[in-house]
């Protein structure tokens, strides 16, 4: 769906409460995978332990996964240790920690974490850097007050975006 229109995006499904790993791709029935006309389009990076077929759709499965708009972005992050796409039952106040790595394809322009669909922190980030890492804190106190979703949003100068698969924090 082009512009997410018609409550057919991510976004919409995760409000909804659906818990998916973000994928990308293009059905261009020309034979050349992530081709669009002169260009490229969506990619979907998997983070596997190991490069064969079980590996893999079990790495989707648990959603250990990111797109990107078609740049080969080299991405990954981590909530309390756990992996992308990861459910954790958390208490309101425990500690939230971040640790993102991004290695763009050119200057990255905006790193941010999305919670619940709207920017919670956006990164600093220094002219032409295109490699980025961090570790972060969610320190609002007693934050969140209801289960919550997290998920890291990469944008470069070329245009190019990532979107990591979400995190979901459960409350008892």
């Not at 919409?12 to 020309?30: E, K, Q």
Request: with cysteine.
């Amino acid at each position: 769906i082009w512009d997410g229109g018609l409550g057919g995006s991510a976004r919409t499904a995760l409000m909804r409460g659906y818990r998916l790993g973000f994928v990308a791709g293009t059905d261009n029935h020309s034979g050349w995978p992530t081709r669009k006309g002169t260009g490229y389009a969506g990619v979907t990076a998997v983070v596997s332990e190991e490069l064969d077929t079980g590996s893999v759709f079990d790495a989707l499965h648990s959603r250990r996964c990111y797109a990107t708009s078609g740049a080969r972005i080299v991405a990954d992050a981590s909530l309390n240790g756990h992996p992308l796409g990861s459910e954790l039952r958390l208490e309101p106040g425990a500690e939230r920690k971040f640790n993102i790595s991004i290695h763009g394809t050119a200057p990255l322009t905006d790193v941010q974490v999305i919670h619940c669909g709207y920017v919670l922190h956006e990164f600093d980030l220094a002219p032409d850097q295109a490699d980025f890492t961090v570790e972060w804190m969610d320190d609002r106190p007693g934050r969140p007050l209801e289960d919550a979703y997290y998920y890291v949003r990469v944008r470069q100068a070329d245009g190019h975006c990532a979107w990591l698969s979400p995190f979901w924090v459960d409350l008892p």
